[in-house]
């Protein structure tokens, strides 16, 4: 499972990448788990399956979909809580939902 978190400078989210790869390797799941910039997506787009959007970037969720939507690529805002929280296992489980979905 190939999974991208937005933010706006790709900084944001490097301990929660962190937490969700950690979170991965627990489960046993082959993951590959990139933070990056919002300017960046377009030219990371191949074999992704999942791109979670920042909280506090969530205005830029119209442009991010109108992106990876047409590649069949599955999109959701963090969950604000788990965000703040750094919860890498309830952001990855929310990942996975979304590309089960």
Do not use: H
């Not at 959701?76 to 939902?97: F, N, P, R, T, W």
Request: with cysteine; proline share 3%.
């Amino acid at each position: 499972m190939n999974i991208a978190l937005v933010c706006s400078a790709g900084m944001s989210t490097s301990m929660l990448v962190k937490k969700m790869r950690e979170a991965a390797e627990t489960r046993g799941m082959d993951a590959t788990i990139d933070a990056y910039p919002e300017s960046q997506l377009k030219s990371s787009l191949d074999e992704l399956d999942v791109v979670l959007i920042g909280p506090q970037v969530r205005f830029l969720e119209k442009n991010i979909r109108a992106l990876v939507e047409p590649k069949g690529i599955k999109v959701d805002i963090i969950d604000s809580m788990a965000y703040g929280m750094i919860q890498g296992d309830k952001v990855l489980e929310q990942a996975i939902q979304l590309k089960n979905a």
